[in-house]
């Protein structure tokens, strides 16, 4: 079973268009990221909810919202994509107590053109 | 501003050499983290260590937050150790500040 899971894991979409990512984590941790990483593989932290309530929020554009349901799910909207945006984007998490160690799901690839 | 620097930024090495991976930090620090992206982009925990030194099998780190730096030793290197190692470093705002990372290439 995949512990951090989303999707999809490839995106093409045109200039304007908006978009959302999903994120599913099963290990029960409380807290939840979205992190992007660009072209030269620099990343940064966009977002981090802890038991659904926005903790950190990076100066990310207000085209990106990010939405959590429940602690478990993390979703990421994307309004009036840009080619800018074209990165990969991860989701993560990790438990407070547990030295926050972080766990990474494999990555949406978003292109857009 | 805060820091994380890691060198050298690219490693090409024979298969079974040993490497070391160096991460240094501006500040001090609560958290820190190896991760290693395998060419497929997947991004692993290989530790947690804000301190002290932990083994796992090859892989060995070492952190000595006094002097702000950590290290990564990788032994007797395999062709699927190549790929991009980054450290990441929480200042006390509890969200992780990645470096720049080490592209590990290993020749068979």
């Known amino acids: 079973d995949t512990a951090v899971s989303q999707t999809p894991k490839y995106l093409v979409t045109q200039m304007g268009n908006d978009k959302s990512i999903k994120c599913e984590q099963n290990l029960g941790h409380d807290t939840m990221y979205w992190y992007k990483q660009d072209s030269k593989k620099f990343l940064k932290i966009m977002f981090s909810?802890?038991?659904?309530?926005?903790?950190i929020n990076e100066t990310v554009p207000n085209r990106f919202s990010p939405k959590s349901p429940d602690k478990a799910h993390l979703n990421l909207h994307i309004n009036s994509l840009e080619l800018g945006d074209s990165a990969v984007y991860f989701c993560?998490?990790?438990?407070?107590?547990?030295?926050?160690?972080?766990?990474f799901g494999e990555g949406s690839w978003l292109t857009v053109v | 501003g805060i820091q994380v620097e890691q060198s050298p930024p690219d490693l090409i090495l024979q298969e079974g050499a040993n490497s070391t991976l160096r991460c240094n930090f501006s500040d001090s620090v609560n958290n820190l983290q190896w991760f290693h992206q395998n060419p497929w982009g997947q991004l692993i925990n290989l530790f947690y260590i804000p301190s002290g030194t932990k083994q796992n099998g090859r892989l060995s780190a070492t952190t000595v937050a006094t002097e702000r730096y950590s290290l990564l030793y990788i032994s007797s290197s395999q062709t699927t150790d190549s790929g991009v190692y980054f450290c990441?470093?929480?200042?006390?705002?509890?969200?992780?500040?990645f470096g720049t990372g080490t592209r590990l290439t290993i020749i068979p």
């Open positions: 993560a998490s990790s438990q407070r107590e547990n030295g926050n160690t972080i766990y």
């Open positions: 990441a470093v929480d200042f006390g705002n509890e969200k992780l500040t």
């Open positions: 909810y802890n038991n659904k309530e926005l903790i």
